[in-house]
Nanobody, 124 residues
């Protein structure tokens, strides 16, 4: 069983910063892409940033220059550094990972997993 656990959300004033963390655990063989998505009330979930196992990144246009994604492969972790936060960044942020799991020496297919979400609220 694979679990993704996020941390670091909270309330911040406009212009402030936060760092979100996500750690994967369980019977992991390898982790491919990891990423962050967000969902604001009444809106669809959208990609914020994604990082490959080799470190290549994709950043959404509306957060480019303000958000950065990184990962620590040794810790099976991914991070989202957010600066110059705006009220429109308010959303539940979800960690996502594509994982090849292993059990009893057998590899499963790459499977997508989600964290439980962490609330980020940008407000004065």
């Amino acid at each position: 069983q694979i679990q993704l656990v996020e941390s670091g959300g909270g309330l911040v004033q406009p212009g402030g910063s936060l760092i979100l963390s996500c750690a994967a655990s369980g019977n992991i063989f390898s982790i491919h892409n990891m990423g962050w998505y967000r969902q604001a009330p009444g809106k669809q979930r959208e990609l914020v940033a994604r990082i490959t196992s080799a470190g290549g990144t994709t950043i959404a246009d509306d957060v480019t220059g303000r958000f950065a994604i990184s990962r620590d492969n040794a810790k099976n972790a991914v991070y989202l550094q957010m600066i110059t936060l705006r009220p429109e960044d308010t959303a539940v942020y979800y960690c996502n990972a594509r994982v090849t799991w292993v059990t009893n020496g057998h590899l499963g297919p790459p499977t997508e997993y989600w964290g439980q979400g962490t609330q980020v609220t940008v407000s004065s």
